[in-house]
């Protein structure tokens, strides 16, 4: 009795000893972990909001992960309605998903394996890459004069044998819009050949989103699909929110390759639930957007550069003669991180809003990178 108590009791210790180191390792590895931005860097890289998450979102999901252990589909079911009723659509025309990058990935994959995809030179198009991957084929079509979409190229080549055409409105990196009336029009016609795939990741940050969005076009039936994301204006990138608009039949084919109902984690749909409708964090973000979006403008034409007009959280700057990465290699040495070269485009630097301190850290360094430049 006395051994076997004795036992226990050093069983118990050594059992209590491995939890405790254990613990110690967890809380170690977590204590090294940067979760987002890293102390004295200005994060001005990749387009997120970091106002964000709203306190409505914070809230609920600590208490999500609670509930950890269960399945969320329930809340998919409650975002989908959320969003169905803000556009008046159907649920079955809404698929969730991991960031819309996912989604957006999923089906440049699916509508590749007939005929080729329709991109842009200059775009965001981690999705067409996707597909090439998987063997299937992407045309680009080189951007206009000024860098924009150029809708009437973009038409005569959709004419031909393409599976699906992909637009992102307003733009990345370039940050500037099509015009709706001229962009609903071009769409429609496009619509009747082959499927149209409008990325509207920034839209809600745009001078006027219900104008801009082409969702009315998928709700009056046209062969089009419209992706949007928690991880811009609702600052949620980190929790991979996204989802897409489009007819039942290019919902059910992306559900069926698996994309839609458990592919989002129960933390994210919290968030985004809680944080969909929140009107006045929105408001708020935006008013940080576009405040940081003038301080950039002003810094960049008092230094002789100048940018392209953005309706999103981000400026694409023409540099001049400066190469673009040489540029963000000089910002590094300020603790600032930006965007170097996109594809041929080298005169081009593409730098994110963020804080306000951020942004005027961004504004202090300009003059002095120019000069460490020889400009
Ligand atoms: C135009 C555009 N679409 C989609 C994405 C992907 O975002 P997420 O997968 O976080 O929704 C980005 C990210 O920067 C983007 O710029």
């Given at each position: 009795m006395q051994y076997s108590r004795r036992k226990f009791i050093t069983r118990?210790?050594?059992?209590?000893?491995?939890?405790?180191?254990?613990?110690?390792?967890?809380?170690?590895?977590?204590?090294?972990?940067?979760?987002?931005?890293?102390?004295?860097?200005?994060?001005?890289?990749?387009?997120?909001?970091?106002?964000?998450?709203?306190?409505?979102?914070?809230?609920?999901m600590i208490e999500s992960t609670y509930q950890g252990a269960y399945y969320p589909d329930h809340l998919i079911g409650i975002l989908k309605s959320m969003i169905a009723e803000k556009h008046d659509i159907e649920t079955n025309q809404i698929a969730i998903s991991s960031g819309s990058t996912q989604v957006l990935s999923n089906l440049s994959q699916i509508m590749t394996r007939t005929n080729p995809m329709l991109g842009m030179e200059l775009g965001w198009d981690t999705h067409l890459l996707s597909a090439e991957a998987s063997g299937g084929k992407v045309i680009r079509q080189p951007n206009g004069i000024n860098l924009e979409i150029n809708l009437n190229e973009l038409e005569l080549k959709a004419k031909k044998d393409v599976s699906a055409v992909s637009i992102v409105n307003p733009n990345n990196p370039t940050g500037t819009i099509l015009n709706s009336k001229r962009l609903t029009e071009s769409v429609i016609r496009m619509s009747k050949k082959a499927l149209v795939i409008v990325d509207e990741a920034y839209n809600e940050i745009t001078n006027d989103s219900d104008k801009n969005t082409m969702i009315g076009l998928v709700k009056s039936g046209h062969n089009v699909a419209v992706s949007r994301t928690f991880s811009k204006i609702y600052g949620l990138a980190g929790q991979r929110i996204g989802y897409i608009i489009s007819q039942p039949?290019?919902?059910?084919?992306?559900?069926?390759?698996?994309?839609?109902?458990?592919?989002?984690?129960?933390?994210?749909?919290?968030?985004?639930?809680?944080?969909?409708?929140?009107?006045?964090?929105?408001?708020?973000?935006?008013?940080?957007?576009?405040?940081?979006?003038?301080?950039?403008?002003?810094?960049?034409?008092?230094?002789?550069?100048?940018?392209?007009?953005?309706?999103?959280?981000?400026?694409?700057?023409?540099?001049?003669?400066?190469?673009?990465?040489?540029?963000?290699?000089?910002?590094?040495?300020?603790?600032i991180l930006i965007q170097g070269q996109y594809g041929s485009f080298k005169n081009w630097s593409r730098v994110s809003m963020g804080k306000i301190e951020d942004i005027q850290r961004y504004v202090d360094a300009l003059p002095k990178v120019l000069d460490a430049l020889g400009n």
């Amino acid at each position: 009795m006395q051994y076997s108590r004795r036992k226990f009791i050093t069983r118990s210790a050594s059992v209590l000893s491995i939890a405790a180191a254990n613990n110690l390792i967890i809380k170690h590895t977590l204590a090294n972990v940067v979760y987002g931005a890293a102390d004295g860097i200005a994060r001005l890289h990749w387009n997120e909001n970091p106002y964000g998450p709203s306190k409505k979102a914070i809230e609920s999901m600590i208490e999500s992960t609670y509930q950890g252990a269960y399945y969320p589909d329930h809340l998919i079911g409650i975002l989908k309605s959320m969003i169905a009723e803000k556009h008046d659509i159907e649920t079955n025309q809404i698929a969730i998903s991991s960031g819309s990058t996912q989604v957006l990935s999923n089906l440049s994959q699916i509508m590749t394996r007939t005929n080729p995809m329709l991109g842009m030179e200059l775009g965001w198009d981690t999705h067409l890459l996707s597909a090439e991957a998987s063997g299937g084929k992407v045309i680009r079509q080189p951007n206009g004069i000024n860098l924009e979409i150029n809708l009437n190229e973009l038409e005569l080549k959709a004419k031909k044998d393409v599976s699906a055409v992909s637009i992102v409105n307003p733009n990345n990196p370039t940050g500037t819009i099509l015009n709706s009336k001229r962009l609903t029009e071009s769409v429609i016609r496009m619509s009747k050949k082959a499927l149209v795939i409008v990325d509207e990741a920034y839209n809600e940050i745009t001078n006027d989103s219900d104008k801009n969005t082409m969702i009315g076009l998928v709700k009056s039936g046209h062969n089009v699909a419209v992706s949007r994301t928690f991880s811009k204006i609702y600052g949620l990138a980190g929790q991979r929110i996204g989802y897409i608009i489009s007819q039942p039949e290019v919902i059910q084919s992306i559900i069926k390759n698996g994309t839609g109902h458990f592919s989002v984690s129960l933390t994210g749909l919290a968030g985004a639930i809680s944080s969909y409708n929140d009107q006045a964090f929105l408001n708020y973000s935006k008013s940080k957007i576009i405040e940081a979006r003038e301080m950039i403008n002003d810094a960049v034409a008092s230094n002789g550069l100048s940018v392209l007009p953005s309706q999103t959280n981000f400026v694409f700057v023409n540099i001049g003669d400066l190469n673009a990465n040489e540029y963000r290699d000089q910002m590094k040495q300020h603790g600032i991180l930006i965007q170097g070269q996109y594809g041929s485009f080298k005169n081009w630097s593409r730098v994110s809003m963020g804080k306000i301190e951020d942004i005027q850290r961004y504004v202090d360094a300009l003059p002095k990178v120019l000069d460490a430049l020889g400009n």
